[in-house]
Structure formats: structure tokens, C-alpha cells
């Protein structure tokens, strides 16, 4: 009876036979992902299809650090790794060791991988951005001189603007040379002086773009001294300079409305400002006529002569009080002389000898009052109206 085997005999012996082989040991499949997974235990279990066939695919945790993109369904990809036999399941499979996108998803990966290293030498880094001037004269653009992209600036630029200058240096953007061409571009504009610089194309493929993709050309973008917007395709489109480039615009036309102010709405904005810098002269020099008044009413109230006229007022004020006071006092005084005189008219002795009365004194000039004060034989003095008696005293009672 002929040798029977058991299935894990079979499959080891396919296993072996497997890798014995040298070209199954290290290849690399091309074809399309399909039924993609990825397994919370990190390996990627997938499909590589064409239109002849199929065949399994995994790949496992250790080696997907080198992954760069996450594989989706419909991606063309080369797998390169070791085709081998699974002996439980008795099927062969492709272990992948490395996974790299094909055609232009290998520029895809190239663009990924200059993005990450430009990043971590900070050339995409804020502080190094310049700002745009608010107010540029000379304009220098670096793309195609027969391009939409150089037409579409310059329409743009003349109905914003058509006192900007524009200096155009004609630049290959596409094919073999594109990339030295934008450099000289960037150079020459720099040195030309201008205020700030446009660079880009229209839109395109990945490969139509890559010019601005290349390494030289970022450098040369964060090296240049004038300011650099980059414009290269459309809004989606995006490339390496955009990341370096001081502003992004997302296409040309956005770029020359970036960098050539509108001069309508810059008029419209001057005599704004000249309104209202009119009406802030106006209150300003109201309230400073207002001031000054109020200095100049306090002034004349501190002022020296002001002072003079204020104390000749209060002078004149207690001159005239002053002399009412010293009328009144006159006129109270005056009163009461009258009544004084009235009363010592009625004490007065003359007034007495008017009325027919006199008065004796002694010789010495004592009045006599008392008998006592004289004796016989005495001289005395009779005082009358008009005059005085002389007498001897002869006798008293």
C-alpha cells in the first residue's frame, strides 16, 4: 500500500520546501489593499489584489514602526517581505516586513518623511514667520510667465491696485531644472529689493507640484530675507513650502489679495480717519478753549493788578465804613456834649450870677461857706455877674 501522511506532515514539508526557496524569502508584491484590518494587538491583517489574483497579507506589531501612512481599502502598495506557509491552517501568507505606497503614494511618503524632518529643524516654527508688509510697493513673483497663476496676480493686482509694482521672474515650475529655476527666482527677487514675494503655480498633480516639494527650494524659502507667501496650486493642494513659505495662500489670486492692498477701501479708510481725526482736533481744542478761559478767569483773580484792585475795592469799602463809623460816633458824641451842656448850664455859678446871685471867697480865693471861716476885720471877695467886690468883714451873725 503506498506511504500514507498525516496533514502536519504535508504541511511541514510544504513549509520547508518554502524556505528552501530564495525568492520567497525576500520579495516585494505590488497590488491593491483590500479587506485591510487592524487588530487591537497591533498587527495588519490584509489583501493584496491585481486583476489575476489574490494573496494574504500580515504584518506584524515589531514591524510597523517603519509605517508612515495608515493603509486604506483601493490603495496601491508594494509589500516587500517573505512569502511562508501557516502549518495550522495549511495556508501561505505574505509576511510583510516594509509596506511603501507606489507611484504617488511614494511621493506621498517622500513628502511625509521631508515634512517631518523640516519640522523637527523648526523651520515650520511661528517665530520664524515675518510679517507681510500692510502696504507693499514692489511685488516679486517667481512662477510661470505664460501661466493662469501669473495672469490671475496680475488681474488682480490691477484692480486693487494699480500703482503696485509688479516684477515678474520667469521661473520652470514643472520637469527637470524647476527647482535651481525657483531658487534663482527667490535669489534674484531678493536682491532686486522688492517688499515682499509670491511664490507658486496653478494646481496640478503631486508630480506636477513637486518642484515646490523639494528640500532646496524650502530652504531657500526660509533663508530669503523678504518676506514669501507661497501659492502653488489649488486650496487643497499643499506643499512643503507651504509649511515654511511666512503666510499660505491657498491660491494665487488669494495671494495677490494678500499682498497688494486695496486702494479703494485704503482712500475710504484715510478719510475715515480724516473725519474723525477732524472732529478729535475740533473737541480737543473746545475743551482747551474752555480750560483756557477757566485759566484765564483765575488768573485775572490771582493776578497782581487783580489783587491791587481787589484790596483798593476793600480799602474804599472800610474808608466809607470808617467814616460812617467816625460820622455816627461824632454825631453820638456831639449829643451827648449838648446833654452835658444842658446839665452843666444848670450847675454852672455863672449862670447863677447871671440871674442876680453872687458868691463870697476869702483873699486866698476859698469859697465861703461857714461864718466860722472868717473873722471880724477879714478881707473878702464878692463875686458878681461882671466882676468882683473887695469888703471888709465889720460883723457876723
Not at 531657500?220 to 515654511?244: K, L, N
Request: with cysteine.
Amino acid at each position: 500500500m503506498q506511504n500514507v501522511y498525516t496533514v502536519g506532515q504535508v504541511n511541514s514539508y510544504i513549509k520547508n520546501m518554502f524556505s528552501q526557496d530564495f525568492l520567497l524569502q525576500g520579495l516585494a508584491v505590488k497590488g491593491e489593499v483590500s479587506n485591510c484590518k487592524y487588530h487591537t494587538s497591533g498587527h495588519i491583517y490584509f489583501t493584496l489584489k491585481d486583476m489575476k489574483g489574490t494573496i494574504s497579507c500580515v504584518m506584524f506589531a515589531g514591524n510597523r514602526s517603519g509605517l508612515a501612512f495608515r493603509m486604506v481599502e483601493g490603495m496601491q502598495v508594494v509589500v516587500q517581505g517573505t512569502v511562508d506557509v501557516y502549518e495550522r491552517d495549511g495556508k501561505y501568507q505574505l509576511y510583510a516586513k516594509s509596506i511603501q505606497q507606489d507611484g504617488a503614494g511614494a511621493l506621498y511618503e517622500r513628502f511625509e518623511r521631508l515634512k517631518r524632518e523640516l519640522e523637527e529643524l523648526g523651520m515650520f516654527a511661528p517665530e520664524y514667520k515675518k510679517p507681510i508688509p500692510a502696504y507693499s510697493r514692489r511685488i516679486g513673483i517667481v512662477t510661470a510667465p505664460t501661466g493662469a497663476a501669473v495672469r490671475d496676480i496680475i488681474n488682480i493686482a490691477s484692480r486693487r491696485n494699480p500703482y503696485v509694482q509688479l516684477i515678474l521672474y520667469p521661473a520652470l515650475v514643472q520637469g527637470e531644472g524647476a527647482a535651481p529655476s525657483i531658487i534663482n527666482g527667490i535669489h534674484a527677487l531678493e536682491a532686486a529689493g522688492v517688499d515682499v514675494m509670491i511664490v507658486g503655480r496653478g494646481g496640478g498633480s503631486i508630480e506636477d507640484l513637486w518642484a515646490f516639494n523639494e528640500e532646496c527650494v524650502a530652504q531657500a524659502v526660509f533663508d530669503c530675507g523678504v518676506p514669501v507667501i507661497s501659492a502653488v496650486g489649488h486650496e487643497t493642494d499643499t506643499t512643503i513650502i507651504d509649511y515654511v513659505a511666512d503666510l499660505r495662500a491657498p491660491t494665487p489670486s488669494a495671494a495677490a489679495e494678500l499682498a497688494v492692498f486695496d486702494l479703494s477701501q485704503f482712500l475710504g479708510r484715510l478719510a475715515e480717519n480724516r473725519t474723525a481725526l477732524e472732529r478729535l482736533m475740533k473737541n480737543k481744542i473746545e475743551w482747551n478753549r474752555m480750560h483756557w478761559k477757566a485759566f484765564e478767569a483765575r488768573l485775572k483773580m490771582n493776578s497782581p493788578l487783580g489783587k491791587v484792585r481787589e484790596k483798593k475795592t476793600w480799602l474804599m469799602n472800610m474808608e466809607e465804613w470808617m467814616e460812617n463809623a467816625m460820622s455816627g460816633q461824632v454825631k453820638r458824641k456831639r449829643h451827648m456834649l449838648e446833654i452835658y451842656i444842658e446839665k452843666l448850664k444848670g450847675l454852672s455859678p455863672l449862670d447863677k450870677l447871671n440871674q442876680g446871685f453872687s458868691y463870697v471867697s476869702d483873699e486866698s480865693g476859698r469859697t465861703v461857706r461857714d461864718v466860722n471861716q472868717v473873722q471880724v476885720g477879714d478881707g473878702l471877695l464878692i463875686h458878681v455877674r461882671n466882676g468882683r467886690l473887695a469888703a471888709t468883714v465889720t460883723g457876723k451873725e
